[in-house]
């Protein structure tokens, strides 16, 4: 099952696959998701799901049960 991600701000549009890692989708579609530890305790790569908490895009995969999904990095890049 497909799953068409949406990144915010960056508004870059991809299809994924249900259980494939964020951080993965990410990076196939160009966007980058600031990273520290990847083992889920810097917080560094937190973005924001829709209807969602926040979570750890390094611990986190593309959740079952939706066909869409806005994915927000809310952290502005800084350069
Ligand atoms: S990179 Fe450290 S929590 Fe994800």
């Keep these: 099952m497909s799953v068409r991600i949406h990144f ?9 696959k249900v ?5 993965e989708v990410a990076r196939r579609a160009g ?10 305790s810097c917080y560094a790569c937190t973005v924001e799901l829709e209807d969602m908490d926040t979570v750890r895009a390094c ?5 079952p049960g939706r066909e869409k999904l806005t994915i927000n990095l809310f952290s ?3 350069w």
């Design 8 to 16: 915010l701000p960056d508004d870059v549009t991809v299809d994924a």
């Design 19 to 23: 259980g494939e890692p964020l951080l």
């Design 31 to 40: 966007v980058i998701i600031p990273t520290g530890c990847l083992m889920g």
């Design 59 to 63: 611990i986190s995969a593309v959740p």
């Design 76 to 78: 502005d890049p800084t």
